[in-house]
Each structure stands twice: as structure tokens, then as C-alpha cells.
């Protein structure tokens, strides 16, 4: 006879405590898998960003490739990629610079920031890549860009909930319920609704000319240092009154029409059980914004820094700071593995969808990884990064390689978001303390 299937969840339940049960052969290690099916075809092929960010890096020494070039061996972790070989680059040996490392990784991981560089400032970030991209298409999509987290809003200065970071180095506030966000992309608002949303943004038009007015008055009695603080401020200002001036002129435009079918929009973040279907389903509400063309600009920070689960639910962070321990090395790469299997999901949906002379995938640039390296001996470096670069062929991004850098003596990482950046059609030839474009990418 067939053993009877348990969930962990159905156990904790009943037994009414907070205790992390062991798997046992007849529980389920996993929640039910998604049967979402991608769309069969995109009549939208725009370039496209995405950025996965995983926390408290890896086990690097299962992680990273130990040949370069286009013979390659895959490694032990990116063996779940196998079938997109051909579809994306390893870039191992690059770290920001500027970065102090630790669990700040998040936070300047598409900043390239020195984030104590201001004087008399606890924390000081810069305009994260992302919305440099998000500048270009944002003026012909509803939402410039979409931030996306385990954790809503923005967290805390060095432990931010966000990837994204605007032109003055504001973080980005994050949405973190599938629920929310599908209702957000794909419901049409009632009339009441409609009519609460235009009230809140005269609201804000109102607040923003009283400060620009305040603003004016002011800067007639500062000196040049302030007088350039004060520059710096406006220009916050005037991009939040574009901002609002955008989002009214789309209220009155139909949202695309996508059921909800197969997606499990009430799966939690922060449940363990919860956490394989938690991170599919936000991948497929990212792949249904593409499609429908809603967004072009995506920010996903799989969890926080110094948080997170494994696909049965263990502790991520505290496997990080594994002290070369073996046994917590060999579980770390579980985890690595579980993240990485969902990123190949991913990459079968987009490439699973064809798009004018090629896939969904061939304009869709995904930058994966992380903003540390919890190295050998779990110490949280910001040098030799976990990085991974996949789609966005048809862009002139060039993959099936491992380009493998002197993590001692190698470019900023600056240069691989400038080439990405510049890949999606981001017309820039600098960013942060990049020196160029990234050599063998592009």
C-alpha cells in the first residue's frame, strides 16, 4: 500500500508550537509544485531587465566553475542550468570596490556604492542600475519599474527589503505578497477606487508645488554648499511630480486581462513550507508583466540579508556563517541548488515563449546572484561575487562561457551592470566607478 503523504505545515498545526520538525520519509519536503504554463507566444519583444538577487552568498566552493572559457565545466550548483548553456555567462572574480562586505551586500549590489562615503552620514547610497534602465522604458509602460522582495517596503540602512535605489539613493519601497502585486498588475480598479486614487494624487501634486514653493524662497538665503544640497533635493522632487503625473495619465487605461488560474497568489514569504510556490509564483507574476508588457524593469531580492529559508525550510543565514564547517557547507549547497532550479524554471518560461525572430528570453536580460561570498570560511566577502548573466542574445549579450576574473586584480562589477544596462537599451557610458564596458560580454 502507498505511504501516507504529510505536510509539515498539517503537523505544526496540530501539534500548536513553533518547532522546526525534522523531514520525515512521509512528509513532504516541498509544497505542491506550481502547474502554471507560460504563454505560447509575446507580441511585445522590448528589452527587458531583471535582477534575482539571493542573500547571504553561497558555497563557493560548489558554486563556481573550476575551468573558464566556452569549455567549461559546469558546477555541482549551476547544473540544474545545464539546458540553457548556450543562454548564459558565469563571471566569477568581480566585487564592487567601494562595498565593506557583510550584510550590506543588498544594498550596493546594483549601486557599486561606498555607502560611508558622505562625512557625518551613517549611510550615503547612489542610483542603483536598474532605474537608470527604467528611465528609458518607463515613459511607455504603466509602471517604470517593479521592486520585488520577501519583505515589504524598504527595510533598514544596511539590511535594505529592496534592490532599488532612485537618483537621489532613496530606496525603493518593495511588494512582497503575490496577491497584492497580481491585483496591482492585472485588476481593474471599481469607480470608488478610481476616484480615492485621483484624490490621493492632487494630494501629492498639492504637497509637492507647497515644497517646490517653500523650496524657492529658501534658496535665495543659502550658501553654494547648501545651495547644491538643495539642487540635489528638487531634482527628488520634480522626478516624484513626473512620477505622479504618469501614473494619472495610465488610470484611465484598461489593465491586460490575465486570470489567475494556476497561480498560488496566497502563498507567504515567510513561511517555510510556503517558500518553493512563494518564489515560483513571483516568478510567474514577473513573466506575466513582461509579457503583457506592464513593466520592462524588474528588482527581485529572493530574501532579505541575514534571512531567508532553503526549499525545506532551513535556516539560510545561519548556514552562512558555516566556519568551513562541512556538513553546513554540503547544506548551503542545497540551498544554492534549490535557488538555482528555480532561476532554470524561469528561464524555461521565457524561453519557452517565442517572440518575433526568437524567444521571449533572446531580449531578456537576467542578472543573478549575490552581494557577498561567504567564501571558505563563512566570513561575508565582497570579493569574487556569485554572479550569473542569462538571455538577451538578440540584445548582443554573448553567453556559454565562464568569464573568470583575478579576484585581487579584476574590473568593478560596475562595468558588467554597465553592460547590461547598455545591452537594454540604456544609452550611458558610465555608471558608479565602472571603467568601461565588461571585456568577453558583449
Not at 542573500?55 to 563556481?64: C, H, S
Not at 495619465?249 to 517555510?272: C, F, Y
Request: net charge negative; proline share 6%.
Amino acid at each position: 500500500m502507498p505511504r501516507p503523504t504529510l505536510s509539515r505545515r498539517h503537523l505544526l498545526r496540530g501539534s500548536g508550537v513553533a518547532l522546526a520538525l525534522p523531514l520525515l520519509e512521509c512528509m513532504e519536503a516541498h509544497a505542491a509544485p506550481s502547474t502554471f504554463q507560460p504563454w505560447k507566444a509575446s507580441t511585445v519583444p522590448q528589452p527587458r531587465l531583471i535582477c534575482c538577487y539571493v542573500p547571504n552568498g553561497v558555497n563557493i566552493l560548489e558554486w563556481m566553475p573550476s575551468d573558464a572559457g566556452t569549455s567549461y565545466t559546469l558546477s555541482p550548483t549551476l547544473e540544474p542550468l545545464a539546458p540553457h548553456r548556450e543562454a548564459f555567462s558565469v563571471v566569477s572574480g568581480l566585487g564592487h570596490p567601494a562595498s565593506q562586505g557583510g550584510h550590506s551586500g543588498a544594498d550596493t549590489w546594483l549601486t557599486g556604492a561606498d555607502l560611508t562615503a558622505k562625512p557625518g552620514a551613517d549611510y550615503t547610497n547612489t542610483q542603483s542600475i536598474d532605474q537608470l534602465v527604467a528611465a528609458v522604458h518607463g515613459p511607455h509602460t504603466r509602471f517604470p519599474s517593479l521592486q520585488l522582495s520577501d519583505q515589504s517596503g524598504t527595510g533598514a540602512a544596511g539590511h535594505s527589503h529592496t534592490l532599488s535605489f532612485d537618483v537621489s539613493g532613496t530606496p525603493l519601497p518593495a511588494e512582497n505578497s503575490p496577491r497584492r502585486l497580481f491585483e496591482r498588475l492585472f485588476v481593474k480598479d471599481s469607480a470608488a477606487d478610481r476616484e480615492a486614487t485621483l484624490a490621493r494624487y492632487a494630494q501629492r501634486r498639492s504637497i509637492l508645488d507647497t515644497v517646490l514653493g517653500e523650496a524657492k524662497r529658501l534658496e535665495k538665503s543659502l550658501g553654494a554648499a547648501d545651495r547644491q544640497k538643495l539642487d540635489e533635493y528638487l531634482g527628488s522632487v520634480r522626478a516624484t511630480e513626473e512620477s505622479v503625473e504618469r501614473l494619472q495619465a495610465w488610470i484611465d487605461r484598461p489593465k491586460p486581462e490575465v486570470p489567475e488560474t494556476d497561480l498560488q497568489l496566497a502563498s507567504q514569504p515567510g513561511n517555510a513550507h510556503d517558500r518553493p510556490m512563494w518564489i515560483d509564483v513571483m516568478l510567474e507574476l514577473c513573466y506575466l508583466a513582461f509579457i503583457t508588457d506592464s513593466t520592462r524593469v524588474i528588482t527581485f531580492e529572493w530574501s532579505r540579508e541575514a534571512g531567508g529559508f532553503g526549499g525545506g525550510g532551513e535556516n539560510h543565514h545561519e548556514l552562512s556563517h558555516h566556519g568551513g564547517d562541512a556538513g553546513m557547507l554540503t547544506k548551503l549547497g542545497v540551498i544554492d541548488r534549490f535557488h538555482i532550479a528555480r532561476l532554470a524554471r524561469f528561464l524555461d518560461m521565457l524561453t519557452a515563449t517565442s517572440e518575433a525572430d526568437g524567444t521571449m528570453l533572446d531580449r531578456t536580460a537576467v542578472l543573478y546572484g549575490s552581494g557577498m561570498n561567504s567564501g571558505k570560511g563563512g566570513e561575508h566577502s565582497p570579493k569574487n561575487l556569485p554572479l550569473l548573466v542569462a538571455g538577451g542574445g538578440r540584445l548582443g549579450l554573448t553567453h556559454g562561457q565562464h568569464l573568470a576574473f583575478d579576484q585581487e586584480s579584476h574590473p568593478p562589477m560596475a562595468n558588467l551592470l554597465l553592460t547590461v544596462a547598455q545591452a537594454t537599451g540604456c544609452e550611458i557610458d558610465r555608471f558608479a566607478d565602472a571603467t568601461g564596458s565588461l571585456t568577453g560580454l558583449r
